[in-house]
């Protein structure tokens, strides 16, 4: 857990990209809803990358319903990357992660995901994913758990 001098900061900040995504996005940031932190634990940043699907309008209702949700509206910016990158500059986490806006997380995978980086002092965690939308995701890096490699 976090020292009292990091009271203000988050255990986690999960940065997701927005953009016209709305048909799995409720879907997703509902899974925020259930990772077994609370409010102040994870901070959930939504980067809307110029949406103009309805996306934007459901992100701010999520950061109008939960203080821990953050949205940050920029210009479309062509790509993932500048979304993922001003999603990690507003980060304030002890731990970050990156969730695509058509994934979600089962209940507790974060709880569970800190839970080993801070009984191992890992620096890098991965837990497994899953998509919606039918996009497939390869399991070949899923075999085995390794508590300590070398990237």
Known sequence: MTSSADEDQPLVSMVI???????YLSETLDSMLHQGLSENELEVILVNDGSDDGSERVVDE?????P????????????PAT??????YAARGRYFFLLG????MTPN????????AEREESDVVLGKLG??????????????TVYDADL
């Not at 999520?62 to 939960?66: E, G, I, L, V």
């Not at 998509?131 to 085995?144: C, D, E």
Request: contains cysteine; proline residues 5%.
């Open 101 to 104: 806006s058509d994934d979600v």
């Open 109 to 116: 995978a974060l709880r569970d995901l800190v839970t080993v």
């Open 62 to 66: 999520y950061a109008a319903r939960y």
């Open 83 to 88: 979304p993922c990158n001003v999603g990690a």
């Open 131 to 144: 998509s919606l939308g039918g996009r497939g995701t390869p399991k070949s890096v899923y075999k085995k």
């Open 68 to 79: 821990n949700f953050r949205v940050i509206h920029q210009e479309q910016s062509g790509g």
């Open 17 to 23: 990209p927005v953009y016209n995504s709305l048909t």
